[in-house]
């Protein structure tokens, strides 16, 4: 037991103790991820169930310190004391083992999970079945694939609902009323306030969506014909390019207007290059360099893992991590030469540079403002990756043509509005399983309610309850709350508009870049020093001036594709 009578103290050894447990914990999770077997999988569960035991008896033993002793400071650290971590187990040390082993085995067969289409002669992992997915255009292939992945989620069910009763009644001992509830007290306001903040912002953006989604019907339509797109009606999820239809980006040559300018084609001037995967790390590394930032340690370049290794199972997707909490930063990923793969080497150099920023801080304010800026971070320099920016940069050279403003906001629609509704949904369903509002019976059929009444798409084929649809997305398989790219994809562009504008930089919003200014690094730098010291509002005020998070960067980013998208839909229906 640690003396409460000093909360000062009690804190300082706290945040000692935990630290120890946490980069344990790390490291085993790192050596899991980066080689799956039994061994690393015992291992890192047990780490992960002394963190989880720690944090319990740290977080029960906060509460009972008279609210009337505790600073500021120390009050903020209670509350983030206990909704720390994603997962708490019960208490007894065997049901917090038995949940650490559940998520790892989960994870495990995600990462593993692999499934040979009709006619291939081995087994594909996912990346290898995306890129089918966004390829093929034969729609007996696509349903092939995708009913083929999905077979991944079934082995997971048991493990699944064990793991949903263990995690709710570690959420329960430090006094939430469930694990969703403790994942939505992360947001410095109440749990059912923050549900509300959530519906407000989908409320600004749906109809957007909504317009971007009967355009992309019809074309669907014209393609596939009126057998498999209905007029009205939900748009089947297997033909929109993407496992989970969070991303449509690679329908873009099929739902770009015929006489548009494409323009370049980012993979192909990478291969062309001959971009290594340490490149692309390179380019990601110099923007945030350009920006007055350090560049990464020496130790980035020597732990991380770029490249699919041959001879061993890993995670493959991508993550961004700092083994000690200070600078032992890396990112573990199967990069390809690829657009969508650059974009998402910048995605996790943010969450990086967020935690290098914030790594002086006390352990409990080592974290992000809320979980939303952490996403946000590196796709807002995502944004910044302009047809000018990479012909300054010269990847882009004047003859390969920056296409037209048009296509160029389609594809960027097709990618970031797209996700949208997706990102709500992984965690409302969540919610609901968390809460008991919906038990196993109802797993599957309820995610796709969810999946229809938001994204307004529909399985290829009728599901049941044999099968786990919702474990066939890696963040459900291994305990990643989601509402963060929701919130993510909503601040990127509040954050992308009030950057440019203290880079001083004019114009329509997607044609500018952050590309060089110290000016943009600096308020940039103070946002993510801050960590999460103070709440959110503070922070988001200190990066725009705001401080509430609202969609109206996103709007005017996309204002001239929103008066297109709207004039293609004159006479089709909008809605399902
Ligand atoms: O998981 C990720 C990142 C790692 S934090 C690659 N993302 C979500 C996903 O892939 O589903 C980024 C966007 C959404
Ligand atoms: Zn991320």
Redesign the pocket.
Known sequence: MQSTSDPARFFRRAEEELLELSIDSQRADWIYSTYINPDTEELSSRALSRLMQGTMRLAKEATSIPVSRLGPEESRKARLLRASLPLLAPSDPKESEEVARLVASMQGRYAKGKYAPAGAKEPLDLQALSHILEESRDPRVLADVWIGWHRVGREMRPEFERYVDLANRGAREVGFADTGAMWRSRYDMEPDAFAREVDRLWAQVRPFYESLHAYTRTRLRATYGPELVPEKGPIPAHLLGNM?A?QWDSLTPLLAPEASDPGYDLTKLLVQRATTPTGMVRFAEAFFVSLGLDPLPPTFWERSMFVRPRDREVVC????WDVDFVDDLRIKMCIEITGEDFA?VH??LG?NYYQRAYGGLPLLFRDGAHDGFH?AIGDTIGLSVTPAYLTQIGILSSADGAGDDLTFLLRRALEKIS?LPF?LVVDRWRWEVFSGAIGPKDYTRRWWELRRQYQGVTPPVPRDETEFDPGA???VAAN?P?MR?FL?HILQFQFHRALLQSAGVAGPLHRGSIYGSKEAGRRLGATLEMGARKEWPDALETLTGERSMNAAGLLDYFAPLRRWLDEQNRGHPVGW
């Open positions: 989970w969070q997707h991508a993550s961004a998402t995605h996790e969450h996403e996700f990102g997305k890696m963040h990643v989601y790219y993510a």
